[in-house]
């Protein structure tokens, strides 16, 4: 579209400013109608301008206050990438996916061409906009300014910046939301897969949001179904101590802002149907202990004889013990899409002689560990697939005992002994790639068939890196 002459500019827009406050009299909106029909909250959306073909983006991809909304071209990036949160009143916010911040007019300002940036999310009215939309382009007008969403002086140029407006139904400020593949996730990142499928955690019972050590225990340990949503750090007392957790719970972090510091989770026997999800749990880590870190046994999540559990999207590291223990016959438990590490001990398996235990092991970025990553010993069915290890001194994958592994597609990087089994066990290996790595690369037996079981989805090894670089680990848009 030609642009049109700058001394012509602020003239026709004022002409059309005239005619919007006279429709806006008769209750008219010539360009306001309903809430754009293709919008849908949780979906993240390029938002193109319709005047300028430029997508909305964050200057250089900044995750601070303040950094200001510009557009680009598109380049696939997350700071290009926005979904809607219901604000109540018919009002949105708009949240920035890199980052996890809301668009905000700057201190609130009502001045035309105002700053628009990103902020944390405060729900504050300047960080509120009515969606709607005209022939298939949305606006977005401010709840606290009144003003529209800017192309500022109608630029074209790469990096020009957006600002509010007084609204003129201009092509500047119109904007085409373009839906990223559903979500702009990966079909499986969101999805249970494993010997964990049919978990429900909390799901059908209460809901409570937590910010203190005492709320999140008593609910933990509650009897009935809870969904238990951790928005604040939490600064566990005394050091070391497990939380425990009961039947039917669901323990996920609200966004980015969930932490567990200074201590962890403990599932005993007979608890089941658990979900831990979204959270960073991290830093029981004692300088006093030995080198094997056996005087303090702080782990981040220790399962004792639990069944049914699904541990997913979590961030665990710098814990003196154990990142995951899952010990004496827990069975049915998926890992998945998880960060672990840095740290000696990442995930250990076994403490029994029975060989009953189911475990699903996918989609993990284990890095900076030592020992047990995992140590799979007596497990009935173990499989491991699309698994990321990066700078392991010690072992990789080690199946011990009368474990059956089955192990696919995962990638190694700088890893001591990759995989291999003891003289008891099976590991059946396929489509796996080591880089720098050294030591054992080992197989035995056939295993078994994890397809028998359930369905799953197998991504190429290559591709893991980049990945789990972006996914594994706390979501901003998980738990909100």
């Known amino acids: 579209m030609t642009a049109i002459p700058a001394r012509l500019r602020r003239p026709a827009l004022a002409l059309a400013v005239l005619l919007a406050a006279v429709l806006a009299a008769g209750s008219l909106g010539f360009w306001q109608t309903s809430r754009a029909e293709a919008f849908e909250v949780g979906t993240w959306y390029n938002i193109e301008s319709r005047h300028s073909g430029l997508v909305l983006g964050i200057r250089a991809a900044s995750v601070d206050n303040g950094a200001e909304l510009v557009h680009w071209d598109s380049n696939g990036s997350h700071d290009q990438q926005f979904r809607f949160i219901d604000a109540g009143g018919g009002y949105y916010r708009i949240q920035v996916r890199h980052s996890g911040k809301v668009l905000d007019v700057a201190s609130g300002s009502t001045a035309d061409g105002a700053k628009v940036q990103q902020w944390g999310d405060a729900n504050s009215t300047n960080q509120q906009w009515r969606i709607t939309e005209s022939g298939g382009y949305a ?38 939301l373009i839906p990223l593949d559903g979500t702009g996730r990966p079909a499986n990142v969101d999805k249970l897969e494993g010997f964990a499928q049919g978990v429900t955690g909390g799901q059908g019972g209460t809901t409570v949001t937590v910010t203190t050590q005492a709320d999140l225990e008593r609910y933990a340990a509650a009897s009935g179904a809870y969904t238990i949503k951790v928005a604040a750090t939490i600064n566990i007392s005394p050091r070391g101590k497990e939380i425990s957790v009961g039947s039917n719970k669901t323990v996920i972090g609200v966004g980015t802002s969930g932490q567990i510091v200074g201590g962890g989770f403990f599932l005993g026997a007979g608890t089941s149907n658990v979900i831990i999800r979204n959270l960073t749990i991290r830093d029981t880590l004692m300088a006093d202990d030995d080198p094997g870190d056996d005087a303090y046994d702080y782990d981040g999540i220790q399962m004792d004889t639990a069944s049914n559990v699904w541990i997913d999207h979590n961030r665990i590291y710098n814990m003196n013990d154990g990142l995951i223990d899952s010990r004496k016959d827990t069975t049915n438990l998926t890992v ?101 790595c050294t030591g054992d690369r080992v197989t035995s037996g056939s295993a078994f068939n994890p397809s028998t079981y359930y369905s799953y989805t197998l991504d190429a090894a290559s591709a893991l890196p980049a990945l789990l670089d972006t996914y594994a680990g706390p979501q901003s848009w998980l738990g909100v």
């Open 336 to 436: 998945s899409w998880n960060e672990l590490g840095p740290n000696n001990k990442s995930f250990g398996i076994g403490w029994t002689t029975n060989v009953t235990s189911r475990i699903t092991i996918h989609h993990n970025w284990i890095h900076g560990t030592n020992q047990r990553n995992p140590s799979t010993d007596n497990v009935a069915l173990a499989h491991l697939y699309n698994n990321y290890l990066q700078d392991v001194s010690g072992y990789g994958n080690y199946s011990r005992g009368s474990t059956k592994m089955v192990l696919e597609n995962s990638y190694f990087d700088n890893v001591n002994d990759p995989y291999y089994p003891d003289a008891t066990a099976q590991l059946r290996q396929s489509g796996s790639i080591c880089v720098d």
């Open 139 to 176: 606006t977005f007008v401010n709840r606290a300014s009144g003003k529209a969403l800017d192309v500022w002086e109608w630029s074209t140029t790469k990096g020009g910046r957006i600002s509010q407006y007084t609204p003129t139904g201009a092509v500047n400020q119109q904007f085409e």
